[in-house]
């Protein structure tokens, strides 16, 4: 009888045991937030693929400068667009290449583009008076042509 009453209780601290260590067991990290970059990076693609990005400007216009003539031609551009009655932000991209966005009245755009394209075509004067009519935009690239 008394080897029944050791095997009992050998079996209660076998359980006991068990269901200590299920019950206390530490619980498992969360994921931290490097562990779902692989899923943003997915995700990311995914979104860029399937969605058009909206473009802000209805033209766009690529010029080869010299490099050293970058920011000359850029000042140039922006000096039109004000002529115009727009204006225009410049941004370098980098050693070689500047963006800039224009913003000009409607009636403004012809104007704009005929002299962007020929600097010997001279900007209109005086500048044209706004209208109700929606901007239009116009993003010209600058880029310095690269030498083998």
């Known amino acids: 009888m008394a080897k029944r009453y050791v095997l009992l209780g050998i079996l209660v601290a076998v359980v006991a045991g068990t ?5 206390h067991r530490a619980p498992e990290p969360s994921p931290g937030p490097g562990q779902f970059s692989g ?10 693929q ?12 690529e010029f080869a400068v010299p490099k050293e003539k970058l920011e ?5 551009l922006k000096d039109l ?14 050693e070689s290449s500047t963006s800039l966005l224009v913003q000009l009245p409607a009636g403004a755009e012809s104007a704009f583009l005929k002299a962007a394209k020929d600097p010997k075509v001279a ?6 008076v706004a209208t109700a009519s929606a901007p239009v935009f116009v993003e010209v690239a600058l880029h ?5």
Not at 39 to 48: I, N, Q, Y
Not at 53 to 60: L, R, V
């Open 19 to 23: 269901a200590w260590t299920v019950l």
């Open 39 to 48: 899923l943003r990076t997915s995700v990311e693609h995914a979104a860029d």
């Open 50 to 61: 399937a969605l058009v990005k909206p473009e802000i400007a209805q033209q766009k216009l």
């Open 72 to 76: 000359t031609e850029a000042a140039r």
């Open 81 to 94: 667009a004000v002529a115009c009655g727009g204006t225009a932000v410049a941004t370098p991209l980098d």
């Open 123 to 128: 900007p209109p004067s005086p500048a044209p």
């Open 144 to 148: 310095s042509p690269t030498t083998p």
